[in-house]
């Protein structure tokens, strides 16, 4: 497997402007970075590894999957701190989401739930491999 080699925190200012309306204290340059870990990560893992790494698109979608990891991290400290989320927090949260599925569709060689997750559903039906350790009649 071919890793997608990034800059992540040169990537940190992008996703800033992603979540421009959280303020800072509740998205600090280490939680976005963090994000854009978790975002690499998966992207790499889930990523169809012909598509050439220089590609702009799969920077892309590591910076919108770290906007909507980013977000959701904002919504459980808000959550915490204030006691209650934002108003507009579960519609943000939701179109983030979208926004990320759209780009990882494009690039996934493994179907992904809308929750953005690996669909394990699919692999139901897929034959598996049985075996089993019995005693050997050679000697040692």
Not at 2 to 27: K, M, N, T
Not at 77 to 82: F, G, K, N, S, T
Not at 121 to 137: E, K, L, Q
């Amino acid at each position: 497997m071919v890793i997608l080699a990034l800059d992540l925190p040169s990537l940190i200012f992008d996703v800033r402007a992603g979540i421009s309306d959280i303020p800072g204290e509740y998205a600090t340059d280490n939680q976005v970075h963090r994000a854009l870990k978790l975002a690499n990560a998966f992207v790499n893992k889930v990523r169809d590894q012909t598509i050439d790494e220089d590609d702009d698109f799969l920077k892309n979608c590591v910076i919108v999957l770290a906007i909507y990891y980013a977000y959701l991290g904002y919504t459980s400290l808000a959550e915490r701190q204030l006691g209650t989320l934002p108003p507009t927090a579960a519609v943000r949260v939701k179109a983030l989401r979208e926004l990320a599925a759209s780009f990882l569709q494009l690039i996934s060689v493994v179907p992904l739930t809308e929750d953005l997750l690996i669909d394990s559903s699919s692999y139901r039906d897929t034959p598996g491999i049985a075996f089993g350790i019995t005693n050997s009649v050679l000697t040692e």
